[in-house]
């Protein structure tokens, strides 16, 4: 083998190394700059939201009371739920109140290095984007007797969404920041149940809850793995 075809077969052999590094890194590198997005996408909601004047603040507060009055009806007068991922349309049109894309809120795992906007309606397309909150369920504003569930995909090529929750413990963190304040709780507890189990994510009478659900076993689809998270007020 002459050095000429020496050299070229070192040089192809460095290249299939590197292509192969690069698709192997891919989804890291891919969910990293994604969760960087997102937190910087978290900060200026926030920020948006601070800078209201008082129009639109006056907005917002009326919005505020129409989601109180939802979730006072849902309470008072039974939720109609089957599967938790077959509610595609949203509770609210957002976008009326000069929230872009519907967006209620961002949620954040800090154990899991996570950040997700959370859109209302768990359609496909919501879903591909970031986490959901499923209509029926309590608006994720927080009061006494509220359950807000929160869906997501178990992983994406672009992004691990709920690939990990299965990491989370009892007295986690998590939170959880709408248009109008920031939601503090903490993992209560984690059961694994059947897509069909609704009982499972009902409003639980007394409790303000926030109920992160997801699919498993990963990958598939076969079961439901739900984590319940209460209200922490000492830490609001």
């Not at 209620?104 to 859109?119: A, C, D, E, F, N």
């Not at 498993?216 to 984590?227: A, E, G, I, L, W």
Request: proline letters at 4%; charged letters at 25%.
């Amino acid at each position: 083998m002459t050095a000429t075809r020496r050299k070229r077969l070192r040089r192809a052999a460095l290249l299939l190394f590197c292509l192969g590094l690069a698709i192997a890194c891919y989804p890291a590198l891919s969910n990293w700059a994604r969760n960087a997005m997102q937190a910087a996408d978290s900060r200026r909601y926030a920020v948006e939201q601070s800078r209201e004047g008082s129009s639109g603040q006056s907005e917002l507060n009326a919005l505020y009371r129409q989601m109180q009055a939802y979730n006072k009806r849902l309470c008072e007068e039974g939720q109609k739920l089957t599967d938790p991922f077959s509610y595609e349309e949203p509770s609210f049109d957002l976008t009326q109140f000069g929230l872009k894309d519907n967006i209620v809120g961002y949620l954040s795992i800090p154990k899991l290095g996570l950040q997700l906007p959370v859109y209302l309606g768990a359609s496909r397309e919501n879903l591909r984007k970031g986490a959901v909150h499923l209509s029926q369920t309590s608006l994720p504003i927080g009061g006494d007797s509220t359950n807000a569930v929160i869906a997501a995909h178990r992983g994406l090529a672009s992004q691990e969404m709920f690939l990990h929750i299965d990491r989370l413990e009892i007295g986690d963190e998590v939170h959880f920041a709408n248009f109008r304040e920031e939601l503090h709780y903490r993992v209560a507890e984690i059961e694994i149940i059947a897509p069909d189990d609704i009982q499972k994510v009902l409003i639980q009478p007394g409790r303000d809850l926030l109920t992160l659900v997801t699919c498993h076993p990963y990958p598939t689809t076969r079961q439901r793995y739900v984590v319940y998270c209460e209200r922490a007020e000492n830490e609001a």
